[in-house]
């Protein structure tokens, strides 16, 4: 049986807005140093004091994520933590309404 959902949470029906490039933040609980970069597709690597570490870079796409998250899991790393980074909206320029250009 499943858990009833939470009213608050937005099921995503059209999972094509995930289809496009996104940068995400992983968090892991291992010490890794930034060596590992090029074998994490180019993701930042940023050492945590608390023995975390956390990944930091763009996956293409859903797939490239998962490829990623595969390589977390080869490895034996547990993983605390997988967060996609939305980018800041940025005003409209003065003058200019957000449909018009």
């Known amino acids: 049986m499943l858990p009833p959902f939470d009213k608050d ?3 995503v029906t059209d999972g094509r807005q995930f289809d ?3 940068t ?10 930034r060596t590992w970069a090029d074998w994490f597709d180019g993701f ?6 608390d023995s975390t570490t956390v990944l930091t870079g763009p996956a293409a796409d ?6 990623l ?9 547990p993983l605390l933590s997988v967060e ?3 980018r800041k909206r ?3 320029a003065c003058g200019t309404s957000p449909g018009r250009r």
């Open 84 to 86: 996609r980074l939305e």
């Open 20 to 22: 496009k490039q996104a």
């Open 69 to 77: 998250l595969g390589r977390i899991r080869d490895l034996g790393l």
């Open 24 to 33: 995400y933040q992983i968090t892991v609980k291992s010490n890794l140093d």
């Open 44 to 49: 930042a690597i940023t050492p945590g004091a």
């Open 9 to 11: 949470v937005q099921l």
């Open 90 to 92: 940025q005003p409209p």
């Open 62 to 67: 859903q797939a490239a994520l998962h490829g």
